[in-house]
């Protein structure tokens, strides 16, 4: 894989660039077909799929991160990258996202939600190889759903990918609360309120409103919120068992795990695992400079990341077809 050069070599340019640098997603040459996806009774997801000129080599869902869409910069730009190399590309949204807080029942979604993909991986199954790719928190959705279904899991997916992925939500939680990262932690902080009061007004009765103005950080919010609203009781116990860290040992399929050692959102100590020196089934690839989604390159291509899921995703495709995946 081509080695990272970064644009900037400061973790906060890289995280701030990799969010508002301008990606193209051909819409024209590939159409976008919205399609909702019923994962359980009273909720629908909402995905953006495209499809490629010929037969599909595989078929890849894109996850995106906390309070992110389908939208997202990292996401088209990597659906570029995979419809120009022949794949299938699926833009899920999360429960309640991409503008589906109606879609939603009474609930919203949150770290360890996996229910729902594994709802529409299953709808898609049958195509061709399924491939789950996921950032930051969808990250952590795509482990732990490959972790859940371990070795049941070859009957479905291909292969997973997880980029800047908060694998021990406890630990990246405190790291959020860190004064470098208020701006951060305000702008999720501020985006979590605001899908509270949306739900709110569609489904009034189902959250602490009166709580909501008390609530000064991320923590705070899914101790009065997040862990209410789905049982766990406390957002201790709701990091505890909802982070992919527990996971991993148990994957058994082809899985990479891109981050940045200089991430000021993921202290790089939670990736001092021992899964990855033991389950021959991961792959970590870790890199001095990226930020948290931040790999914008300095020379071209100037979304490295692309190119190296791409170019993985087809050597995992082309294994599989070879029957040489370790089993």
Partial sequence: MTPFVPFFRNPHLLTIAGNYWQRQLDEARFPVHARLYETEPGVQVLVHSQTPSGPPAGELILVHGLEGSSAAGYARSLAQAALEAGYAVHRYNMRSCGGTEHLSGKTLYHSGQ?????????????????????FS???????????????????????????????????????????SNFIYSNRFLSRLKQRVLLKERLTPGLFPIEKLDGVKSVYQFDDQFTALTFGFGTADNYYATQSSKQFLDRIRIPTLLVQAKDDPLIPFE??????????????????????????????????????????????VRNKVAAGLVLS
């Fill in 137 to 179: 928190l969808g990250g952590n959705v795509v482990l732990k759903l490959a972790g859940e279904l371990g070795e049941s899991a070859r009957d479905l997916i291909a292969g997973v990918a997880a980029v800047s992925a908060p694998i021990d939500l406890a630990a990246c939680v405190r790291q959020l609360d860190r004064r």
């Fill in 114 to 134: 996996t229910s729902d993909l594994l709802a529409v991986v299953r709808q898609l199954q049958g195509r061709s190889p399924i491939f789950l790719a996921g």
């Fill in 270 to 315: 939670v990736y001092d695992h021992p899964a990855f020196s033991q389950n021959p089934f991961l792959r970590l690839l870790a890199v001095e400079h990226g930020g948290h989604l931040g790999f914008v390159a300095k020379g071209k291509p100037r979304f490295w990341l692309d190119q190296v899921l791409v170019q993985w995703i087809g050597e």
